[in-house]
């Protein structure tokens, strides 16, 4: 009976024996930056590893990967958002460090904040009753991160008490603070899904908010708001009989983190991904992932298949840009975000999608907005609200690139015998870089 805990020890002893190989090669490519990882595989550890690279807010144009056996194997092209190679060796150190160390993952402390989670029916001003109900009960927004898809909305906002600047611990306080904004999430139509929670977790943001949404079964629902957008992406899932695996197909507009989104939705619907290509042209983005369950087994059915097919599509679409960006660099104060957002509302601007932060009293705010009815926002009004909250301090601001225009040639397909093998298998931090001090703490 004591197998499966030596078993335990045994992959511990293999992955403290074989620290994760990290290559970083400018030469390989004329138009992006080669990243090689080499390790022990566990499950999950594909994840870290875009994880490492995405939350620097670097374009992944290219990957191959495999994990057969007990080892895993990476290729990834990438470059800065200007679609640059890297050349900041500050940069280049850490990303090293970064993927050197994710056998061990990372944790995610927010030291002296309390963390409130967030679900429920989305709809126009709804952000701006939350943040109000949250400056009377005297908590102070330090970072927050607020999707919405399919008429649902999901937040994780960071707080801390205003007076004496401690995270809030009280229990009754706590109380008070979940039942108030269960009450403004309840609405008149969403008595059972509304949920509030004060979580002590350390889980990346991000991943959070695609578990938040995902138990909230939004891949499931019909948006309230008929948001204007793109095509859905296009998402197939067949199985490969003879291998034993299941083979994902994604294609879709491309977009930072989108790699990403789709390889934690698949880890966190206990996938494991053995091999996968992933490539970008112009603004289009090709993805494949031969996957199986943790077990072994493919997709064995076909409701488990169009399950498959609409959390990806879900996972796709919620981060995907919608309305105008506007960003808020200003003096941050006890109830800035709820004015902000007040503002919003009484102009009929609808908010679907957040950011929020603040670093030395200066708050770092990125709303997206539509109309009520999801439609492009108004320039007049736009500009009616800037007024309003100064046009100094909310700037209108184009949607990110999504990669530099510059295409890579044929002859940089592959790189080594990695890329040659994994390309025959088919058809692949904002706060991170403030601390580098690689941006500036205001535009």
């Known amino acids: ?13 293999v992955f403290r024996l074989n620290t994760p190989r990290v ?19 566990k499950h999950g550890i594909l994840l870290e590893a875009v994880q490492a690279l995405t939350d620097l807010n670097l374009s992944i144009k290219k990957a191959y990967f495999s ?14 958002q200007s679609g640059n190679k890297l050349t900041d ?13 994710i056998h061990y993952g990372r944790s995610y402390v927010y030291n002296g904040l309390t963390a409130l989670e967030l679900t429920g029916t989305d709809r126009v001003g709804l952000l701006s009753e939350v943040f109000a109900v949250l400056a009377d009960l005297q908590c102070n927004v330090v970072e927050a991160k607020v999707w919405t898809h399919n008429g649902r909305i999901a937040s994780l906002i960071y707080v801390k008490d205003c007076h004496s600047g401690f995270p809030i611990e009280d229990s009754k306080h706590i109380n008070r603070i979940e039942a108030q904004l269960r009450n403004v999430l309840k609405g008149d139509n969403d008595i059972k899904s509304a949920r509030t929670s004060v979580s002590l977790s350390v889980t990346h943001s991000d991943r959070r908010l695609h578990q938040m949404m995902f138990a909230d079964r939004d891949y499931e629902k019909k948006p309230i708001l008929q948001l204007t957008s793109d095509s859905s992406p296009s998402v197939t899932v067949q199985n490969w009989v003879d291998r034993g695996y299941s083979v994902v197909n994604v294609q879709c507009k491309d977009r930072t983190k989108l790699l990403f989104d789709v390889v934690c939705t698949l880890t966190d619907m206990e996938y494991v991904v053995f ?7 112009a603004d289009t983005a090709s993805m494949e992932f ?31 840009s919608k309305g105008v960006r506007l960003e808020l660099c200003t003096a941050d104060r006890v109830g800035l975000l709820a004015d902000v ?36 926002a108004d320039p007049r009004l736009i500009e009616e609200v800037r007024q309003r909250i100064g046009l100094s301090n909310l700037q209108v601001k184009e949607l990110p690139p999504l990669h530099g225009q510059k295409p890579e ?22 706060r991170n870089l403030y601390y580098l001090g690689l941006i500036r703490s205001c535009s």
Not at 275 to 281: E, L, P
Not at 348 to 353: D, I, K
Request: proline share 1%; net charge negative.
């Open 1 to 13: 009976m004591e197998f499966p805990a030596c078993g335990d020890e045994y992959e511990k002893l």
């Open 409 to 430: 040639s044929d002859d940089e397909e592959a790189v080594g015998v990695a890329g040659a093998f994994l390309l025959s298998i088919g058809s692949l931090v904002r």
């Open 67 to 80: 994990a057969d056996g007990k080892w895993f194997m990476d290729v990834f092209h990438v470059t800065d």
């Open 275 to 281: 091999h996968g290509t992933i490539k970008t042209a």
């Open 290 to 320: 031969y996957i199986k369950h943790s077990d072994g087994t493919p997709i064995s059915s076909e409701a488990e298949r169009q399950r498959v097919i609409l959390c990806l599509q879900a996972a796709v679409e919620r981060r995907a």
């Open 23 to 41: 290559v970083i090669d400018n030469g390989a490519s004329s138009t992006a930056t080669i990243v090689k990882v080499d390790s022990a595989r």
């Open 89 to 101: 060796e500050n940069v280049i150190r850490y990303i090293e460090q970064s993927l050197g160390n």
């Open 341 to 376: 957002t007040r503002t919003f509302r009484e102009n009929g601007l609808n908010v679907t999608r957040a950011e929020i932060s603040t670093t030395m009293d200066t708050a770092h705010n990125v709303f997206y907005v539509t109309d009520a009815i999801g439609n492009q």
